[in-house]
């Protein structure tokens, strides 16, 4: 049962497995502009990892500190941002890019504090 678990626990493929040997993303500025529908729709932007060791356990759980202060779903690359493993499981390093969304109304907050977190490179830039 332990052993089945461990196999379903991470699934193998998903979107920022580090295994998966994925080219380096494409440069991005800093902050790429926000994305919103205008209605109160959903919300997203995208910011480039600064800092050198990229979003290792002290970033990441800055980051998913301060994604828990607010009251909104907020996800990084499709994964829960008030998540330490799933942030840490994304792999992010230096110069990868990050996507913060919301499709919460209210989240736009939120996303432009996480991505101002990143781009002062959590103090090591």
Do not use: C
């Amino acid at each position: 049962e332990a052993a089945e678990s461990a196999r379903t626990a991470w699934p193998v493929g998903e979107q920022g497995d580090a295994a998966q040997g994925d080219a380096a993303p494409a440069a991005v500025p800093a902050a790429a502009p926000a994305e919103s529908s205008g209605e109160g729709g959903p919300y997203e932007r995208e910011v480039l990892v600064r800092n050198p060791q990229g979003l290792h356990a002290r970033p990441a759980a800055d980051f998913v500190k301060l994604a828990n202060t607010f009251p909104v779903k907020v996800t990084v690359n499709g994964k829960d941002a008030k998540s330490l493993l799933g942030v840490m499981s994304l792999g992010l390093t230096a110069g990868s890019t990050a996507r913060i969304s919301t499709a919460d109304p209210a989240g736009s907050e939120a996303v432009d504090a996480l991505v101002a977190l990143v781009e002062t490179g959590f103090g090591e830039v």
